[in-house]
Antibody, heavy 113, light 111 residues
């Protein structure tokens, strides 16, 4: 069974940094694209970033380009989202997903002073 | 890129049929598959329709999806409404670079 568990969320001040992790199991991690999607409180879903199987193909939403970095460690079956220069509008639940069928439970990031 | 537009809310009575639309702003709705998610408060999105009209295992056949090229839109239809169907529903499609595009979501109220 596919299992995705996000961690690393929390409260951070504007301008601060945070690293989210997504630990995966139940499938061949090193063969799979992985995605980060966020959901602002009471609002909709926004695609944030994706990374291909070997880490050589990466895409970001314009809203996070230059501030967020996605990476993966295939030995640890984990994908990361390094978030820098955080803004209040980055406050959201961050989900990792393998595909539209398989999502994690999300981790809440709150950017506030 | 394109946008997917959904109504903010839809209300219908138990036992009736609700339809949620998802209109693509540019490009042909049929050019990439449309998916639909159900999200209950506090939960992750759950896929209920994929590839326009396919249901994952375990999703009741009360849920159905379709696309209409004439209106460049997709629709999610839920028949025999139950109070447990009350949730937020999101449509989703891939753009030309296979990036994920979401609709703004529709709050379905069953009362």
């Amino acid at each position: 069974e596919v299992h995705l568990v996000e961690s690393g969320g929390g409260l951070v001040q504007p301008g601060g940094s945070l690293r989210l992790s997504c630990a995966a199991s139940g499938f061949t991690f090193s063969d799979t694209w992985l995605h980060w999607v966020r959901q602002t409180p009471g609002k909709g879903l926004e695609y944030v970033s994706r990374i291909n199987a070997d880490g050589g193909g990466i895409t970001y939403a314009d809203s996070v380009k230059g501030r967020f970095t996605i990476s993966r460690d295939n030995a640890k079956n984990t994908v990361y989202l390094h978030m820098n220069t955080l803004r209040p509008e980055d406050t959201a639940v961050y989900y990792c997903a393998r595909d539209p069928m398989h999502w994690g439970q999300g981790t809440l990031v709150t950017v506030s002073s | 890129n394109f946008m997917l537009t959904q109504p903010h809310s839809v209300s219908e009575s138990p036992g009736k049929t609700a339809t949620i639309s998802c209109t693509r702003s540019s490009g042909n709705i049929a050019s990439t598959y449309v998916q639909w998610f159900q999200q209950r408060p506090g939960n992750s999105p759950s896929l209920i329709i994929f590839e326009d009209n396919q249901r994952p295992s375990g999703v009741p056949d009360r849920f159905s999806g379709s696309i209409d090229s004439s209106s460049n839109s997709a629709s999610l239809t839920i028949s025999g409404l139950k109070t447990e169907d009350e949730a937020d529903y999101y449509c989703h499609a891939y753009d030309t670079n296979t990036l994920w595009v979401f609709g703004g979501g529709t709050k379905l109220t069953v009362l």
